[in-house]
């Protein structure tokens, strides 16, 4: 039996609003007692949305969630929105791996939240959901990032504050679609860390060095040597490791930061930071006097 909705929020939400509806249906199904929908809808009534940023779902997770739907049913309502179009049906905003684990199930009906989501809302709040399930591959996970940032004009400190993420995270993460594309497939498919190929961000031959660490299973901290002194430089054929240079290796994210800080203000940056300490400092090398007057015009700018 189809209950009358409820009366929904007004729109104009911004990102932290459009985060409450996503935290509460990304609670996972447990044995506490259902929240309440605002509709029983018949399963038939409901369908996917076509922009689903996320196209695979994981048969044997599905099979799991479709087992605990049988026996307990959906304790967490799907969010949807009046479908365009079609009067008396719903577009899935956020949920849809619990309608696909439904229909195996073979439930007649679905509890549901409805929102009156306009279309870029819908794919914001896609996007939102896939990122908060921490179930994305590093390059997913990624592109989440940048399509918030690039299609919805969000910055990494806001994304940061209402995703409990770390600016630096955000940052790291969206650098890594800076790799080729056969080193995202080997991200894609497990075969490398993120914390390996930050390792690789800039190198010349990233790819040829992806490859090596694979072959030789080489840890994070190996991959950072390895991409410090090239292919074969560091590492035998045999994986064992040469005499180690005596100057210290700097990590990823600070050869990062030196890039992003280099592009930025278009002079060399080094950033040397104290080993174990908190202190450090940053050089910068200018080219020509008209470079020094830009620097000094940039750093009076700040005060």
């Known amino acids: 039996m189809t209950k009358k909705p409820k009366k929904q929020r007004g729109l104009g939400r911004g990102l932290s609003a459009l985060m409450a509806d996503v935290t509460e249906d990304t609670t996972p199904q447990t044995n506490d ?110 592109v989440g990032y940048t399509q918030l940032m690039e299609k919805f004009g969000h910055t990494q400190d806001k994304l940061s504050q209402v995703l409990g993420k770390s600016r630096s995270y955000i940052a790291n993460s969206v650098r890594l679609l800076q790799l080729p594309t056969e080193v995202q497939t080997y991200l894609r498919d497990g075969k490398l860390s993120a914390g390996h190929a930050r390792a690789l961000i800039t190198c010349d031959n990233p790819a040829d060095l992806a490859r090596q660490v694979i072959k030789k299973n080489l840890s994070v901290r190996e991959t950072e040597k390895l991409a410090k002194s090239g292919v074969g430089n560091i590492f035998t054929e045999g994986g064992k490791t040469s005499k180690p240079s005596s100057k210290p290796t700097k990590d990823a994210d600070t050869k990062a930061l030196e890039g992003d800080l280099s592009a930025n203000l278009g002079m060399k940056v080094s950033v040397d930071h104290s080993p174990g300490q908190e202190n450090g400092q940053i050089t910068i090398k200018y080219a020509s006097l008209d470079q020094l007057d830009d620097l000094c015009r940039l750093l009076s700018a700040t005060r």
């Open 33 to 142: 007692a259902p929240a309440r929908a605002d509709l029983l809808v018949p399963i038939e009534k409901v369908a996917a949305n076509p922009d689903q940023p996320r196209r695979s779902f994981d048969k044997e997770q599905l099979d799991d969630l479709s087992a605990s739907i049988a026996e307990k049913g959906i304790i967490q309502p799907l969010i949807v929105r009046p479908r365009p179009g079609h009067d008396g049906e719903y577009e899935i905003v956020a949920g849809e791996r619990r309608w696909r684990a439904a229909q195996m199930a073979k439930l007649h009906e679905i509890p549901v939240l409805v929102r009156d989501f306009t279309d870029t809302e819908v794919l914001e709040v896609a996007i939102i959901e896939n990122i908060q399930r921490a179930d994305l591959n590093p390059v997913e996970e990624a």
